[in-house]
Nanobody, 125 residues
């Protein structure tokens, strides 16, 4: 059974940094793609970042481009989201997602077969 466990969320002041981690268990995921999504109160879950199977490609939402970076450690079955220059509008629950059967729609929730439980990120002014 595949499980994704996130960590690293918390409360940070605007302009600060956080690093989120998500570790998968249940199988080897070196051939899978990963992504991060987020959901703010009263809003739909939205795409944040994606990293391809071999880390050859990364994609970012315009709202986080230049501030966030996604990376992966295949030996640890872990994906990271490095968040810098955080803004209050980045406040949300952040979810990692795993894509085993990649079809190209990296920004779509439907692309991903497995999801973590979410970790809260709160950015204060």
């Amino acid at each position: 059974q595949v499980q994704l466990v996130e960590s690293g969320g918390g409360l940070v002041q605007a302009g600060g940094s956080l690093r989120l981690s998500c570790t998968a268990s249940g199988r080897t995921f070196s051939s899978s793609a990963w992504a991060w999504f987020r959901q703010a109160p009263g809003k739909e879950r939205e795409f944040v970042a994606h990293i391809s199977r071999r880390s050859s490609s990364t994609y970012y939402a315009n709202s986080v481009k230049g501030r966030f970076a996604i990376s992966r450690d295949n030996a640890q079955n872990t994906v990271y989201l490095h968040m810098n220059s955080l803004k209050p509008e980045d406040t949300a629950i952040y979810y990692c997602a795993l894509d085993v059967y990649y079809s190209g729609s990296y920004y779509s929730l439907a692309e991903y077969e497995y999801w973590g439980q979410g970790t809260q990120v709160t950015v204060s002014t």
